[in-house]
């Protein structure tokens, strides 16, 4: 199967970044990891037609992960209606906060704006899910203090990817990534730690106790940005196709 990186930026838009949002092509199977506000102009632009999507995992519910999913329920509302409900599968409160979200962006004063056929699947962490035919472990990370944020392990056609959504370091990376085709890891900061989220020096501490097959860095800020080139190992870019 194919990953799509539709974006790799963080919250800001860092290096003129997409935010968060990741398109794994698989056999007869089209799935999002996250969700950005940029997502459906990538998609469009790397070539796909939204009424393919199966599914939308979303590890957290930060807008540079989720606030792009209105785009995709107007574009079925008014240019391309779907002919299947869209799954989206998130940590718990996914489905009122995606209400909400789409209520205050196109609904009406005094009227509710409904989101078209849609079927959430709540995640729980350490819980293993089937969500139409893909599998998905979610595990806690240290991203939040008042919501779950997630990260999310998929299996499909016999191939692993890793998500570490947004999260400090923490071990639990090393035993979920073992054996994994590819982790796509968040990596914020290069030394800086103003927020929780992975820096540099705190992965490269672990790099020779991940036994992942390809490791990928993702979510990428200005500081990360500026020592790409001190870097031993790969960063995402957008519009990159892996074979995974
Ligand atoms: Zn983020
Ligand atoms: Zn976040």
């Not at 989720?66 to 008014?78: D, K, Q, R, T």
């Not at 979200?101 to 005094?110: D, I, P, R």
């Not at 054996?179 to 020779?208: I, K, T, W």
Request: glycine fraction near 8%; hydrophobic fraction near 40%.
């Amino acid at each position: 199967m194919k990953l799509h990186i539709l974006g790799c930026g963080d919250a800001f838009g860092s290096g003129g970044r997409n935010q968060s949002g990741y398109l794994v092509e698989a056999t007869n199977k089209l799935f999002l990891l996250d969700c950005g506000p940029t997502t459906l102009l990538a998609m469009k632009r790397a070539g796909f037609d939204p009424r393919r999507l199966d599914v939308i995992f979303l590890s957290h519910l930060h807008g540079d992960h989720f606030a792009g999913l209105p785009f995709f329920f107007i574009e079925s509302l008014y240019r391309q209606p779907r002919t299947t409900p869209l799954i989206i599968a998130g940590p718990p409160g996914t489905e009122a906060k995606v209400r909400a979200l789409f209520q205050t962006m196109y609904g009406g004063a005094s009227e509710d704006k409904e989101i078209p056929p849609t079927r959430f699947v709540t995640l729980q962490p350490d819980e293993p899910a089937n969500v139409d035919g893909i599998a998905v472990l979610p595990f806690r990370v240290t991203h939040q203090s008042d919501a779950i944020s997630l990260a999310l392990k998929v299996s499909y056609e016999g191939k692993q990817i890793l998500f570490s959504g947004d999260s400090l370091w923490i071990d639990r990376f090393i035993e979920h990534a073992a054996g994994v085709d590819l982790f796509l890891c968040e990596c914020s900061f290069y030394r800086e730690q103003p927020g929780m989220h992975v820096n540099y020096q705190a992965l490269a501490a672990h790099l020779d106790r991940l036994t992942c097959k390809r490791l990928l860095l993702t979510h990428l800020g200005p500081e990360m940005l500026a020592h790409r080139n001190d870097l031993a190992v790969a960063v995402a870019e957008d519009g990159m196709v892996l074979e995974v």
